[in-house]
């Protein structure tokens, strides 16, 4: 394997980190604490600024052989993920706008890699 995407694969895996990040997150938006304190010292905020952390160790690691113009294309993946994953596990409903949008994403995902 190419190493080029050996570290294509790196850059993929802290976005998808960082996408279960936000799923944590928003699991810990939708419930209720006692103080202000224990709504962002919880263990669903801190786990999940972890989970940022290492993540963009991933990304920093990855840009050793991804080309700088490949980042944000990659990085585009993560709206994907956190939809999907929004979807698995939050059970939120997709919309035709998101729909519409994420497919545009894929295509200049697709249209890049071409």
Known sequence: M????????IYLAGVFVSAIAQILLKKSA???????????????????????????????????????????????SEYIFVAVLSKLVLKEHISLKKFIGLSVIVAGIIVYSL
């Open 30 to 76: 939708g419930k209720q604490y006692e103080s202000r304190i224990k709504e962002y010292l919880n263990p669903y905020v801190i786990i999940s600024y972890a989970i940022f952390f290492g993540a963009t160790f991933c990304t920093i690691y990855a840009y050793k052989e991804v080309p700088l113009s490949l980042g944000p294309v990659l990085a585009a």
């Open 2 to 9: 190419n190493s080029k995407y050996l570290f294509a694969l």
